[in-house]
């Protein structure tokens, strides 16, 4: 069967630009999406120089009549007490760090995009309800002319009532279901509401066409987020394991203190400073359990990735056996309306020499119009489903 839609051309997405897109969400949930960012990248940098320990300064005063009248003692004191050597724990904490920063950003970006999805998600269905209104006010049409002419035929004598009772029911079932649609339309546009300060109805969709595969499984973001967890939990399990090792740390302290009572006369300095390092290493009764939790969230990671691969395989070859069914269906839809073209001059032959009525060329020039309306409507689903693959495409929304 030969292609009718564009899907199976492997071409280039044809879409908006992607600052566009990015504007079909409100202002304030832009202003959110970009706070989270800016606070995943503080806290990444904090947790990068993490392993800096702070500088102390500290001021005191006290007051004594030990020594006779009351007089007050004030001390300053500036000390630090910084790891310089963990084992390789340090480097592994700002490589921790930086992974962790990077991972928890497309985290952020896939949220971004979630919202942006079901916005689009929303435009689209409802182009494609307002779609299904138009036939529902043709199959009414059809229905209010198969009533006609059921009903003259009763009064005719050439039917029962029955067909006469089916043309009405038929009727009010499609009015039932327009009303169901109607109702739906309400829903998605206070939905969308929600999520875009914009008009849904003016707002420019994006033409999405069929993505290589290669480029689909290659720029997963879940993919490359899931690989950054695990290198988070790698450089993690490392941490860890070197927290229960020896450190080597250097110490030092400034004090610029009162001249003490005690020691009027002497040698002895009030403004000193003093240096030093130390080596320690601590004795945990948790320190295995500690280890051997930091692997398995690295094996954790390690499988998650590899089953989100497969899942990323999957997804991809269903939408393409979804894009192929709606192809048939395009097909289908086709074709039938090449057949109603062909009844519709026959109809409008009959008519003019009086062997049929208006009413029968009207319904074929309707059925005509639902089934090229069917085409659009198929386009549309097509397109929620090509949706959903580039919704984590890199650089497609």
């Known amino acids: 069967m030969k292609k009718l839609f564009v899907i199976y051309s492997i071409v280039t997405v044809s879409l908006l630009g992607s600052g566009e897109l990015v504007d079909v969400l409100s202002e304030n949930r832009t202003k959110l999406i970009e706070t989270q ?73 896939l949220q971004r995009r979630e919202l942006v999805t079901q916005a689009l998600n929303i435009l689209f269905n409802l182009r494609k309800s307002y779609l299904q209104l138009k036939k529902f006010d ?69 033409n999405f066409g069929m993505i290589e595969q290669n480029r689909y499984e290659n720029s997963q973001l879940e993919i490359q987020r899931d690989k950054l967890r695990v290198e988070e939990k790698r450089h993690n399990k490392y941490m860890v394991w070197t927290k229960y090792l020896p450190q ?29 390092f130390k080596v320690s290493m601590p004795l945990s009764i948790n320190s295995y359990h500690d280890i051997e939790t930091s692997k398995l969230d690295y094996i954790n990671a390690q499988i998650t990735l590899d089953e989100d691969k497969k899942k990323v395989i999957n997804e991809y070859n269903l939408v393409k056996t979804k894009l192929d069914i709606i192809d048939q269906k395009i097909a289908l839809s086709q074709a039938d309306a090449q057949n109603y073209e062909s009844m519709l001059n026959v109809a409008q032959n009959l008519e003019k020499v009086g062997d049929a009525t208006s009413y029968d060329t009207q319904i074929v020039l309707n059925n005509l119009k639902i089934r090229e309306l069917d085409q659009d409507i198929y386009r549309y689903d097509a397109q929620l489903e090509l949706l959903n693959l580039y919704s984590k495409v890199a650089d497609a929304l």
Request: no cysteine.
């Open 37 to 109: 960012k800016e606070q995943t990248q503080l806290q990444s940098d904090i947790l990068e120089k993490s392993w800096i320990n702070p500088i102390t300064i500290s001021y005191s005063k006290s007051y004594s009549n030990q020594f006779g009248d009351v007089e007050g003692s004030g001390q300053f004191i500036i000390s630090v007490d910084q790891p310089i050597f963990k084992m390789g724990g340090i480097w592994e904490a700002i490589k921790y760090a930086k992974a962790l920063g990077k991972a928890n950003k497309i985290d952020i970006e």
């Open 138 to 206: 043709y199959l009414i049409k059809n229905d209010e002319l198969d009533i006609l002419i059921q009903k003259e035929s009763y009064e005719a004598g050439v039917t029962n009532r029955t067909l006469y009772d089916q043309a009405l029911l038929k009727r009010n079932q499609d009015i039932t279901s327009k009303l169901d649609l109607q109702m739906q339309i309400t829903k998605l546009k206070n939905d969308f509401s929600l999520l875009s300060d914009k008009s849904p109805d003016e707002i420019e969709l994006p």
């Open 248 to 276: 080597i740390s250097i110490t030092g302290r400034y004090v610029n203190e009162d001249e003490n009572p005690l020691f009027v006369g002497t040698d002895i300095k009030t403004s000193y400073y003093t240096y030093g």
